[in-house]
């Protein structure tokens, strides 16, 4: 890449801090290092609330992005996505909006935007794949963010079709790393069992995980994420969407997640499972056969190496962890 500004919309929460991490500690000229010509602005909401059109320009002014990587979004956990879903589609409905059309207005020459597997819909044949996306409503519990993030490739495609930019994105499974959202009320379930334990280590209460702890997920370190949103940028062209995620064989159990969490945290206190909660889906698995297919294969992470490093992080960070 000749001389290039990436501006990394939401640079500051959990995939935005990650990527950072890597461009920064990668080796300079490596295949994830920071590449000569390259500069790199990681903006916050602070930068400029993307839901407002002008400070949308004004961030792209002030940096002249070549490339955008697009992570800005209202997140949230089950809870606050079920409660508020007029807010979850309004607000990222306007960030997206006005990333994409300032990005075509202002000639960025390449934006990579952020999905979720929850953009698929709710009845659909497993594996879930990059064709599915449009083959039927999304769960109801989330459809206000959901539909959201789904109409970026709707955009993505006009956008292409109209005006012939390069806009393209990405859908990570769960994530989970360091700089996660550890609030006990409204989390992800990484995040939320690392906090309840700790908790309950310092308090010396039982760790009591929600239902059985059967249901299967495919979690992936935001770390490894960072790394392919980094090769998405310098090498995948195309405005059909990929799945970033762990293969279908590397499903965890939410028991594994927990037994995992209690090793790491060295809690030896009570540890038991309500089962009066509920479980969720069984599965859901997405298939990274796209992925590995263009990137020529990928060293992720073990999962226990990227769930003690997590924890590690946030007992060293529980004073300046979201929580
Ligand atoms: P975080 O909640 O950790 O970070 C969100 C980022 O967006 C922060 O930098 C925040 O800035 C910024 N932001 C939020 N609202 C605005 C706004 N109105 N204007 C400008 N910036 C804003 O999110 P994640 O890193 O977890 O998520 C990144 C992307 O990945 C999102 O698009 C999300 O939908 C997607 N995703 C996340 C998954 C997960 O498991 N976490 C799973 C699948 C997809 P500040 O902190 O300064 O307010």
């Given amino acids: 890449m000749a001389s290039s500004v990436i501006l ?5 929460g959990l995939v935005g801090s990650a990527i950072k991490h890597v461009i920064e500690t990668e080796p300079e000229g490596s295949r994830f290092g920071k590449r000569p010509g390259e500069t790199w602005i990681f903006a916050s909401s602070s930068e400029g609330d993307l839901r ?30 079920m409660k508020y879903k007029l807010t979850f589609l309004r607000d990222n409905l306007l960030i997206n ?3 994409l059309h300032t990005s075509y207005l202002t ?8 999905l979720s597997t929850c953009v698929f819909p709710d009845k659909v044949s497993y594996p879930l794949d990059e064709d599915k996306i449009h083959l039927g409503l999304p769960h109801e519990s989330n459809f206000g963010y959901a539909h959201s993030k789904r109409l970026v490739d709707v955009m993505n495609h006009a956008y292409k079709e109209e005006f012939g930019c390069n806009f393209t994105s990405a859908i990570p499974t769960n994530i989970f790393g360091p700089n996660d959202n ?7 379930v990484i995040p939320g069992l690392i906090h309840k334990c700790y908790l309950a280590k310092k308090n010396g209460t039982p760790f009591v995980v929600s239902g059985t702890g059967k249901p299967l997920r495919q979690f992936i370190y935001s770390y490894d994420l960072a790394k392919m949103f980094i090769w998405m940028l310098r090498e995948y062209d195309d405005v059909e969407p990929i799945i970033l995620s762990v293969g279908e064989d590397e499903e965890v159990s939410i028991k594994q997640v927990a037994d995992a969490i209690v090793k790491a945290m060295g809690f030896k206190g009570e540890y038991t499972f309500d089962t009066t909660r509920a479980d969720g889906q069984y599965r859901k698995p997405a298939s990274n056969a796209k992925l590995l297919k263009l990137m020529g294969g990928f060293e992720f992470t073990p999962f226990d190496t990227a769930l003690n490093d997590t924890v590690k992080w946030f007992v ?3 004073d300046k962890a979201r929580t």
Wanted: hydrophobic residues 35%.
């Fill in 8 to 12: 990394v919309t939401g640079g500051t």
């Fill in 52 to 81: 407002d059109p002008v400070a949308a320009r004004k961030l792209f002014d002030k940096y002249k992005p070549t490339h955008v990587i697009h992570l800005a979004a209202l997140v949230g956990g089950l809870f606050r996505n």
């Fill in 97 to 99: 909006d006005n990333v």
């Fill in 107 to 114: 000639q960025t020459q390449k934006v990579i935007s952020c």
């Fill in 182 to 188: 550890f609030d006990l009320e409204d989390s992800h």
């Fill in 316 to 318: 060293e960070s529980y």
